[in-house]
């Protein structure tokens, strides 16, 4: 083989974790409960949303907005006394338990099976009665505890370890929004950083395996239906290259208002009762502006179709981060990606709709999904899996790729320049729990400082 010259960089070896049969074996294995779970989860916010708003198809945010805004206020405070509560006992029970999957794929630290499944649990219960925050963390974290507890099982190396864990995380992601491709490269480029084939094909066999597993429960079409095929038009495209870079900047100021909540949420004591105190603002500002109940998706969904005025859309652009922070703050555990999508959505469709009272030709859905993959690049850096995410997530897009690239790639360009962060590795905490929970008693050093080490690297490289 030596005589045919350097061998392709992708194509080399397994690095540090061999592709050995009973790894793949574990890749199944993991594929299958990441499934499982994400299907779980799923029947949980769906009977939540269901027995608090009455909804049972269309859009949540109709069911929302058919109920009286007292009803929502109710709804909240109760999600924030039930959960505040039952996060209280959980952090009380299990101390130095660790739920951070993000630290466990970059560092190696371990999950507590317990406390994940716990708080798992617990998250997508207050999503369905209207929190602000992501219901893909949940998943996401128990595709992870799968790896990590089927690899101990297995008595993988660590490195196939990490493989592994990093592999269920995105493979949970991918059974809960039908994304197969778009979770393997969030596994390729979040979970473990590169894009070799060691990685991408454990990656893509397990997102695929754990997408079609949830099939038994979750359904087969996009999660945004109906969204028009956009063209490409000359306005959108210098839009795109000139808005990409102020996207960039924006997401700067979001990633640092996450890490700042995520590391001084409410703690102890006031932990039982910041939940509900939250929670309850939240209700009373979704009388007026429902939308901004549960993750995001119908907002982005009514942008993405076209939706909305400039005041509405400013007023959530606005809105959206900042009751997701005071969500997160208050000590709730969740993710982040679908509010942030929606908010990169609503900020594009706001942007658009202005550029195009001096230059109209585009629809205001077409800049709201550049926005919307522009925003998610940047927060998370990782611009190949917005870019595919969105296009999975809607079933459309493709018309418009040029500017939708152009855009996504100096959104991340100048977030990583500025400051290198996303809002996954802003969350790590000395404690494991990716801004989520307690800090637990030990490792305060790595363990604490993953994400810093992973933006070191980064500045080392450039």
């Not at 606005?318 to 969500?327: E, H, Y």
């Not at 942007?351 to 230059?359: F, M, V």
Request: aromatic letters at 6%.
């Amino acid at each position: 083989m030596s005589t045919l010259g350097p061998r392709q960089p992708n194509a080399g070896g397994d690095r540090d974790a061999a592709l050995t049969p009973r790894f793949w074996a574990m890749v199944g294995a993991t594929g299958v409960a990441a499934g499982l779970f994400g299907a779980l989860l799923m029947a949980l916010l769906f009977a939540a949303e269901h027995l608090t708003y009455g909804y049972g198809s269309g859009s949540f945010q109709a069911a929302v907005e058919r109920v009286p805004g007292l009803r929502r206020v109710i709804a909240l405070l109760v999600a924030g006394a039930v959960g505040g509560v039952l996060w209280y006992v959980l952090r009380r029970v299990t101390p130095g338990e660790r739920t951070g999957v993000d630290e466990a794929a970059w560092s190696g630290a371990p999950l507590s099976a317990r406390r994940s499944l716990a708080s798992s649990l617990i998250a997508e219960l207050v999503i369905g009665m209207g929190a602000s925050i992501g219901r893909e963390a949940a998943p996401k974290l128990m595709g992870g505890v799968a790896g990590s507890v089927l690899s101990s099982w297995a008595r993988l190396s660590p490195a196939q370890r990490r493989l592994l864990v990093g592999c269920g995380a995105g493979a949970g992601l991918a059974a809960v929004y039908n994304v197969p491709l778009g979770g393997a490269l969030f596994t390729a480029e979040v979970m473990c950083g590169s894009l070799s084939l060691s990685v991408l094909l454990p990656a893509l066999a397990c997102s695929l395996i754990a997408t079609a597993t949830s099939w038994v429960y979750l359904p087969v079409h996009a999660t945004y239906l109906d969204i028009p095929a956009y063209a490409l038009s000359a306005p959108l495209m210098v839009w795109a290259l000139l808005t990409g870079p102020v996207v960039g900047g924006i997401s700067v100021g979001y990633i640092r208002l996450i890490g700042w909540v995520s590391h001084h949420r409410v703690r102890g004591t006031p932990a039982l009762f910041a939940p509900l105190v939250a929670f309850g603002l939240l209700g009373l500002v979704a009388i007026a502006y429902p939308q901004l109940l549960g993750n995001g998706k119908d907002l982005a969904h009514m942008v993405f179709v076209g939706g909305g005025t400039l005041a509405l859309l400013a007023a959530l652009w606005v809105l959206k981060p900042l009751v997701t922070a005071l969500c997160l703050g208050s000590g709730a555990s969740g993710g982040l990606f679908t509010p942030t999508l929606s908010t990169g959505a609503a900020l594009g469709a706001l942007l658009g709709q202005a550029w195009s009272l001096a230059w109209p030709g585009s629809p205001m859905g077409a800049y709201a999904m550049v926005g919307a993959s522009a925003m998610i690049g940047a927060a998370i850096q990782a611009p190949l899996s917005s870019i595919v995410l969105v296009m999975e997530l809607t079933h459309s897009g493709f018309g418009i790729a040029v500017p939708i690239i152009a855009a996504t790639a100096l959104a991340t360009l100048v977030s990583r320049r500025l400051d290198g962060h996303s809002i996954y590795s802003v969350r790590v905490s000395p404690g494991g729990d990716d801004g989520a929970g307690e800090r637990g008693p030990a490792a305060p050093t790595a363990a604490a400082s993953a994400g810093e080490a992973r933006s070191a690297r980064d500045r080392a490289g450039r």
